[in-house]
């Protein structure tokens, strides 16, 4: 009898073995957790002689319970319980086992599970799923075969050791699959890393005359929320942003993107820097979410002969921008807000306000405050003292070696950024002197006051064929007004019909949509009307009337234009792009 009793025991711990064996092999090869757990389910029921088992996991996140798999008399698969909730609930949220022979007695029991299913719970035994302290889930057995038959502190010893396993093969899935998405999302940020650096620029060498501006920008993650940019128009003149959106991370990123392909889209036919972000902030103010906002500050340069190196500035909310000329410093401040906070007012372009810069062989600086509040090796942010002291120091090298020691103040070795670094440079140094001076571009000619006299007409209209009657019209009309006769009313508006025309011509190469601006005062004794387009400036040297000999149709507005007028004078605008024709016509009125 004894040898009996020696035997079963010793076969019984054998299945055990075996069982551990199989089940350790089964969640140590996979990581397909929930379908190993269908496979073992039967044979931790069949070995354990349960009615039915089931394996519960939390979402560490949540903390909510869910059955994952099942097998026996009842499907509760998707079945969740809060924590705590239940003995299955009191078992995880304790990390300890439970062993219910009686459930009617328990004060944990949830028998809302029963009412549903119908089936009827007389005994549980309930392990949790745990390595050392961390619990991520519970396996549940339930009623024995035999209802004579209970639970008995071995089984629940036995369903341990599985739980123990399985615990083991759930937080090794659940780390694999953390390390995939941590390798997807890494991959993914390298992509947008690499396709914002296809926004910006190739970096120039700043020492040649086919680069006189270039960049650098040094994202503080692996991807940035500053841009840079810049292009050539079709005239030779050179566009320039730089941007720095608000935060950080993918958010500002995919703002930053679309900031900058906004500049370089639009930018190709809003030649005006102030009109330009007006209509970039009106789209961003549709747009944008979450309280972002951009700064930017954008500018064209105008390196062609006769054009002085005009540099027309428009700064949205960035930080001041940096002229160096002749060893002293010049800044030029915001002259509105950031990108994307304050819509333009119905029936308004939004336009923001411009400056005019003429460098005289100057270098111009933009930068983020990534490069001032960053960090210099004595631990104190650089400022814009130290940026002015570097570029003081370093004045002789090319801007790109400028850019370098820039960042170098604040980019250590091992250290983290503070935030994205962005600087933009552009020197008006390497073009070259005027042969000529134009008369119409001298210091005396480029400020007009364009307010003097009474006014009499402000009229602005497409550039189109079409609109040339209603601006007679509005000629005619101002000279009755002011009592010139029939005949002198008649060449005034023949001689300015002749102008617009040439506009639309000439400066605009034909019809278009953009727009020329008709004035017209009166001051004691003259008539003064000026017309300004928005087309790339033109040299009044290159204006010249053709030969009157050569007997041929068109060609001859200029000559009919100075004959009419009693003086002619091409201006260029106080403000914007374009150019401005000032003509006067004296007037004397009969008393009679």
Partial sequence: MKQTT?????????????????????????????ETLLR??????????????????????????????????????????????????????????ALVRDVNDHPDFYGAIDDQTGFVTRSILCAPLSVKDRCVGAIELVNKRNPDDLFEDNDLKILETLAASAALAVLNARMATALVEQERVKRELELAAEIQRRFLPEAGTGDTLTAPITGINKAARGVSGDFFDYFTLPDGRIYFGLGDVSGKGINAALLMSK???????????????GKLLGRINAELCETAAHGMFVTMACGIYDPREGCEGLIRL?????????????????????GGPPLGIVPPLPGENGAYEEVQIF???????????????????????????????????????????????????????????????????????????????????????RVDDESDGDWLIDFKFPAQPSWMKLARA??????????????????????VDEACQNVIRHAYGGPSDEEIELSVRHRPARLIFRLRDFAPLVEPSKIKPRDLEDIRPGGLGTHLIKEVMDEVQYLRPTQGEGNLLKLVKHIHISKD
């Fill in 40 to 97: 073992t389910l039967p044979q931790i029921t069949d070995y354990l002689k349960a009615e039915g088992a089931a394996v519960f996991l939390m979402d560490e996140a949540t903390q909510v319970i869910s059955c994952v798999a099942c097998h026996g008399a009842t499907e509760i698969t998707g079945l969740t319980l809060e924590y705590g909730q239940g003995i299955v609930g009191k078992c995880v949220a304790t990390n300890t086992g």
């Fill in 359 to 445: 460098p005289n062989g100057g270098s111009l600086y933009i930068y983020t405050d990534g490069l001032t509040e960053g960090y210099t090796e004595t631990g104190a942010p650089l400022e814009d003292t130290g940026v002015q002291e570097i570029l003081e120091r370093h004045k002789g090298l090319s801007l790109q070696d400028q850019l370098k020691h820039l960042v170098a103040a604040v980019f250590h070795p091992g250290m983290k950024l503070r935030d994205d670094v962005t600087v933009l440079a552009l020197t008006d140094g390497l073009r070259p002197a005027d042969k000529t001076a134009s008369p119409a571009l001298s210091p005396s000619l």
């Fill in 474 to 495: 509005c000629v005619r009309e101002a000279c009755l007004k002011v009592g010139c006769d029939k005949t002198m009313t008649n060449d005034v508006v023949l001689a």
């Fill in 259 to 273: 900031t900058a392909s906004l500049f370089r889209c639009l930018g190709k036919t809003v030649r005006d820097p």
């Fill in 314 to 334: 428009a700064n949205a909310g960035h930080e001041p921008v940096l002229l160096y000329r002749d060893g002293a410093f010049s800044t030029y401040e915001a």
């Fill in 6 to 34: 020696r035997e079963s025991m010793t076969l019984g711990i054998d299945d055990q073995i075996s069982l551990l064996a199989t089940m350790t092999a089964e969640f140590a090869n996979t990581l397909n957790v929930d």
